[in-house]
């Protein structure tokens, strides 16, 4: 891997780690100090890196000097001295004795503790959520923003409002207790899930696909998973989600980075592991009585490995649309169920319902209601077509419609 490749790709995997392990260290109240830390850590490596090479091995190397840049911080502010041990003495020989435990173990129980530390109650979910993918993701104020669907002003005044509300309360980077873990889950759950689909789904880049995105999504939900406390259904419905759609990574973009939408997709270069391993996973999530958006979406991913275009299929993939459209509503929900609708009652039922939803802001709701006039009036077709272009925002997007106009006038 190349440098202007490696060092985004360490930034995405490496920079959540270090800042959850300094921010146990130093506390919560000082969490925009450890994320800084690790800014720092990573702009020195841009930096020595350029001029030196690439280290041998460049993970050992940002975890190096992240200690260092922690311990020499902890060092000028006397923060060890004052807050992490009272009774050790400020002495250069102990001082230069600090520990940073920068070990799988800890890195692990670290990031599990704070994904739990800043779903706490006393700040909101949306909060919950935009501090959990700053701090544990390494999202940026835009990727935040167009994750939750607002801007950046917004973003940046409610992550404020939330460090302050966690330093107020005091709150303690650790496990919640049992009776805590269901009531804080929802929001851990609906993080990682945000992560994933902005790799999916990417529209923040114009890149179509980012497998790194989606990879530390799938990273932190199995650490859930391998925790006894969170092994619960709704977490292995989750993981089975993701794995069905990661299964079809390499069939979903061409060799020159654009999108292969799914009824043209080569079905040989479908992952059959990963299919397993989701069927794993949604096996596990069977236990119980409860069904989550996780258990119904999860249920839709796997009959889109089933490439067959049967009406059967389509069928059980609508009453699970159904389902999750009863529980938890959202327009994106009921647009896709549009197209499914499509396959199993045909363009003109569903031309009907795409109306109702009247998303006039939404670039895939113009392109879906083009596909279906395709073959029922083409210049209506044409018009939601070229609608959508002008709505689309990546180049990516822009590429597939352009396509379809094309097609349509040939």
């Not at 890195?107 to 706490?120: E, G, N, R």
Request: proline share 2%; aromatic share 8%; glycine share 4%.
């Amino acid at each position: 891997m190349q440098q202007q490749e490696l060092i985004p790709h360490l930034f995405r995997t490496e920079f959540q780690k270090i800042t959850a392990v300094l921010c146990k260290l130093l506390g919560i109240e000082h969490m925009e100090i450890a994320a800084d830390i690790a800014g720092e850590t990573f702009l020195a490596a841009l930096e020595n890196w350029s001029y030196k090479g690439l280290p041998e091995n460049p993970t050992a190397w940002l975890y190096t000097v992240a200690k260092n840049k922690a311990r020499n911080h902890i060092i000028r502010q006397q923060l060890f001295t004052n807050k992490i041990i009272p009774q050790l003495k400020e002495t250069a020989v102990e001082l230069e004795d600090i520990q940073i435990d920068l070990s799988d173990k800890n890195i692990t129980d670290s990031q599990l503790q704070m994904l739990f530390a800043v779903c706490h109650p006393s700040i909101s979910a949306q909060s919950q959520i935009g501090l959990s993918l700053r701090i544990l993701c390494g999202f940026g104020i835009d990727e935040i923003a167009h994750a939750l669907l607002s801007n950046k002003e917004t973003i940046s005044k409610r992550l404020t409002r939330a460090r302050e509300k966690l330093r107020t309360e005091k709150v303690k980077i650790e496990f919640p207790g049992n009776h805590e873990i269901a009531e804080r889950l929802n929001n851990v759950l609906t993080t990682l899930y945000l992560l994933f689909n902005e790799g999916y789904y990417s529209e923040s880049s114009d890149v179509v696909l980012r497998e790194d995105l989606c990879l530390e999504g799938m990273r932190l939900t199995y650490l859930l998973i391998e925790n006894e406390a969170t092994n619960l259904p709704a977490v292995n419905a989750l993981m089975a989600l993701m794995c069905f759609h990661a299964s079809r990574f390499a069939a979903r973009k061409n060799e020159n980075g654009a999108i292969i939408l799914y009824h043209h997709q080569e079905e040989t270069l479908w992952n059959r592991e990963l299919i397993t391993k989701g069927a794993y996973f949604f096996n596990a999530a069977a236990k119980g009585n409860t069904i989550s958006t996780y258990h119904l979406e999860a249920g839709i991913a796997y009959q889109l490995t089933i490439k067959t275009d049967s009406k059967e299929k389509w069928e059980r993939t609508l009453q699970l649309y159904n389902h999750l459209l009863q529980i938890a509503y959202s327009p994106i929900a009921a647009l896709n169920r549009t197209y499914v609708l499509s396959k199993v009652y045909g363009n003109t039922a569903a031309i009907s319902e795409a109306q109702k939803l009247n998303l006039k802001t939404n670039p895939y709701y113009f392109t879906l209601l083009g596909e279906l006039y395709k073959d029922v009036d083409t210049n209506i077709a044409l018009s939601h077509f070229t609608t959508a272009l002008s709505l689309a925002a990546s180049q990516s997007d822009k590429l597939i419609i352009q396509q379809k106009i094309d097609n349509l006038s040939m």
